[in-house]
């Protein structure tokens, strides 16, 4: 059963940071096939934080310089680091991993980020 669990979600306060874990099992994605959305109340879910096929990696441009994300190819896992959090970065976030033709929504963690 191929499963993306997201951890490292909370309330931190403006200017802080939080780093999320998003760890696959059941199957081994490729490097570029896993990134992160986030979802706001009444808001549409978008894309955060990726890799190219290239393996060069992309960002929203809301989050861009703030926020990184990295993975650990053996662990089959990785990781959004999220620096100078601002109250509007207050989301669910998800890890989101495709591989043909499925694509996977880990359950999402909240972050919430109070001024």
């Known amino acids: 059963q191929v499963q993306l669990k997201e951890s490292g979600g909370g309330l931190v306060q403006a200017g802080g940071s939080l780093r999320l874990s998003c760890a696959a099992s059941?199957?081994?994605?490729?490097?570029?096939?896993i990134d992160w959305y986030r979802q706001a109340p009444g808001k549409q879910r978008q894309l955060v934080a990726g890799?190219?096929?290239?393996?060069?990696?992309k960002y929203a441009d809301s989050v861009r310089g703030r926020f990184t994300i990295s993975r650990d190819n053996a662990d089959n896992t990785v990781y959004l680091q999220m620096n100078s959090l601002k109250p509007e970065d207050t989301a669910v976030y998800y890890c989101h991993g495709f591989r043909w033709p499925v694509n996977y929504w880990g359950q999402g963690t909240q972050v919430t980020v109070s001024s």
């Open positions: 890799f190219t096929s290239t393996g060069s990696t």
């Open positions: 059941g199957v081994t994605f490729s490097s570029n096939a």
